[in-house]
């Protein structure tokens, strides 16, 4: 398995090199699509089936592949069906966030076999953070019994403005030129990280409401806004990979400042850092809410939950809160319409949980701020994968990402 995830030799072999990466594009398709007929697997890769069933014998000898039966079919001989071995191999999916570090392991099947585990590591600008999130996966991975060898690869979801191509954040580690090399040798495995927000669409493009879509925009409403962007089926990254910061656009007049140094950001506003804000000035100005209660008068203990929960319970001060999270949300979102013409929308994160409060004034928005003739295309639809999105788009991102 490590021979076939391990970077080449010389030039003399490259017979063995394109046998090498068929092999991985037979992984590749079978974890992104699941179980594969050998003429769909010849088709994917445009390799004749006789080629195909002969790398997949390998793969069986491997261990990494296992034929599961027959398939049906339109006539004539019925296909083999091929699929992964559950414990093949292994990928982590890592978040790490403002507020905490989120830890799970994915088996070969993209089933999550341990996690979440959560852990109370902050982002912050020192490359020691990642020392210690490593320290926790080991003993996640102790815990798990999983054989630490067959653990393939590792990816990490982050917020900054991120280069792919220099391995560069340059909101938290500027000065660090290759920091996938630098988390190489951290973790002892390869190590991809990329953005939240981009980490989150490409989960969503394989194995949420995106698949087998061409035009999508994901919105990431969570501790701050992002932006993710599938612009004819490809994840759309701009020039140096910076696309996507939609959360700081200056949208409100004399708006409150935003921790990018401009005022009025849309991030101030809808996130669920900016509700659990306005919900603490509201009450401190005097508005009577149960959240309150929920957090038994300290109101620095609340959180988009605690309004989430007052709202469910019939809260109006909460509720009305939402409806205005709603209505700049779908400001925004008109905007976006208007600029892309996408077939989907998808809203996940920790504020779209509130779904059901926030759909109806977003609606209205887009009605009153967008041309119909090209808002009417757009469908609207909250994430189904959930918070687990984070940790499985990385962990799928750095499997891809290996290989290549």
Not at 264 to 280: D, H, K, P, Y
Request: hydrophobic residues 40%; neutral net charge; glycine residues 10%.
């Amino acid at each position: 398995m490590e021979k076939l995830f391990r970077n080449p030799g010389n030039q003399s072999q490259a017979v063995e090199l394109k046998k090498t990466a068929h092999k991985k594009h037979i992984l590749r398709s079978i974890y992104f699509n699941g179980p594969l007929s050998n003429s769909e697997l010849a088709k994917s890769i445009k390799l004749s089936t006789p080629k195909i069933n002969s790398l997949l014998v390998e793969l069986i000898d491997d261990g990494l592949v296992e034929e599961l039966g027959r398939g049906d079919s339109s006539g004539g001989r019925r296909p083999n069906i091929y699929g992964l071995v559950e414990d093949g191999f292994y990928v982590v999916g890592i978040t790490i966030n403002v507020t905490r570090t989120i830890i799970s392991i994915f088996n070969s099947c993209n089933k999550e076999v341990s996690g979440p585990h959560y852990f109370p590591i902050k982002m912050q600008s020192d490359i020691e953070i990642f020392r210690q999130v490593n320290q926790k996966l080991e003993e996640v991975v102790r815990a798990s019994n999983i054989a630490p060898e067959k653990i393939l690869v590792a990816g990490i979801e982050l917020p900054g403005l991120i280069n792919q191509k220099e391995g560069i954040n340059k909101t938290y580690f500027p000065e660090v030129n290759n920091l996938f090399a630098e988390l190489k040798k951290i973790f002892g495995i390869p190590v991809f990280f990329n953005h939240d927000s981009k980490v989150r669409t490409f989960a969503e493009q394989h194995f949420g409401l995106a698949k087998g879509k061409k035009n999508v925009l994901m919105l990431q409403v969570d501790w701050g806004l992002g932006l993710g962007i599938i612009v004819n089926g490809q994840l759309y990254a701009g020039k140096s990979g910076f696309s996507g910061e939609f959360g700081h656009l200056p949208l409100a007049d004399n708006g409150v400042l935003c921790v990018c140094g401009k005022q009025g950001c849309l991030e101030t506003i809808v996130s669920a850092n900016a509700i659990a804000r306005q919900a603490r000035e509201g009450i401190k100005n005097g508005s009577s809410s149960l959240i309150k209660e929920l957090v038994n008068d300290d109101l620095d203990k609340i959180t988009i939950s605690s309004v989430i929960e007052a709202a469910n319970s019939g809260d109006q001060f909460a509720i009305s809160l939402f409806s205005k999270v709603g209505e700049w949300l779908g400001r925004g979102i008109a905007y976006l319409i208007q600029i892309f013409n996408p077939e989907l929308i998808i809203i996940g994160g920790q504020v779209a949980v509130a779904n059901q409060f926030i759909l109806a004034p977003i609606q209205q928005a887009i009605h009153t701020f967008s041309n119909r003739d090209i808002s009417n295309e757009t469908e609207i639809r909250f994430s189904e994968l959930g918070p687990k999105a984070g940790t499985m788009g990385a962990a799928a991102y750095a499997l891809e990402r290996i290989s290549k």
